[in-house]
């Protein structure tokens, strides 16, 4: 955990909507998501497949298919400056240099038919025009010494299928950090690597944002991984985000029932008894093709009341940045409120 007191934000996303028209109808992929971003911080944004996680950060990279993707509504700040409102060329200014990604799968972000030399230095001239090719190849064997591939030199001239996946992800970091990214986003980085190899990635991500002052989005499904790396997280469910905190208070009093639900849903050495069936949550998540105005997380919920299946709860602040939202934490004349709209748009239509 990294973050710096008191240190500025680097970007700051304000009510993203991204949509995709489909012929079944809007797929509302992220529907009004906010968060902040500080300088060497790692923010975690964790939730079930289909959240909504790598839509939310594509967007920020403007990594959308358009068609049949849109961002239909919100602002992305990065240093100030909408990224949503720049042209595509400034962007691709942005893109790489200052804010760079990790995807998932590094063998298909790598071109198969291009040794990693190519790739790393065509990356670092793109965006430095003033650097020779023998000063970028010289600081791309640099970047991979420090990601700790053995022989640099060497290994440079090789093509992506002469590495092992956990050296492929780390040729991908290398990559990403080689023009001094402000923002680095971690789309789940571990996936298929095997378990020593995850926790050594992710010490490395660690290590390197510690040390370049890289703020880090961490996209992931593991919990346990947040706990150890994050100092924020968000949590998202259908689109939108349930409930953000900072990562000890998050653990220490996770409010919305989906949260707990994640959380009781991690093995526990200490809890796990032979027998014990693990905690599930119940159902599937919903489908974002045009939700009804309500909680979508109310058909899994065992806390569910009928508010919850007429109208989205507020947002409410906890107190130390902590907020959910979930009409557990509302008055009840709120909830009265809501019930009485849904009531009369019913007897509307």
Known sequence: MNQ??????????????TYFKTDAGIVKAVDGVSFTLHEGETLGIVGESGSGKSVTNLSIMR??????????????????????????KEMRGIRGKKISMIFQDPMTSLNPFLRISTQMVETIRLHEKDVSKQDALKRSIDMLKLVG???????IQNYPH?????????????MAL?????????DEPTTALDVTIQAQILELIDKLSTKMGTAVILITHDLGVVAGMCDHVCVMYAGKIVEKAA??????????????????????????????????????????IDLPPCCPFHPRCHKAMEVCRHAYPPVKDLGAGHE????????EAAKAQALKEANVEEQAT
């Open 149 to 155: 591939i053995p022989s640099a030199e060497k290994r």
């Open 324 to 331: 959910v939202a979930c009409w557990l934490f509302a008055d």
């Open 4 to 17: 710096k007191p008191n240190a500025k934000v680097v970007l700051e996303v304000k009510d993203l909507k």
């Open 162 to 174: 002469q590495f092992s996946g956990g050296m492929r992800q780390r040729v991908m970091i290398a």
């Open 63 to 88: 990594l959308i298919p358009s068609p049949p993707g849109k961002i239909v509504g919100g602002e992305a700040l990065f240093d100030g400056v909408d990224i949503f409102k720049v042209t595509e």
């Open 178 to 186: 080689s023009c001094n990214a402000q923002v680095l986003v971690a």
């Open 247 to 288: 990562t000890d208070d998050l653990y220490a009093r996770p409010s919305h029932p989906y949260t707990e639900g994640l959380i009781k849903s991690v093995p526990r050495m200490d809890t796990t008894k032979k027998g014990n069936r693990l905690f599930s949550i119940e159902g599937q998540p919903p489908n974002v």
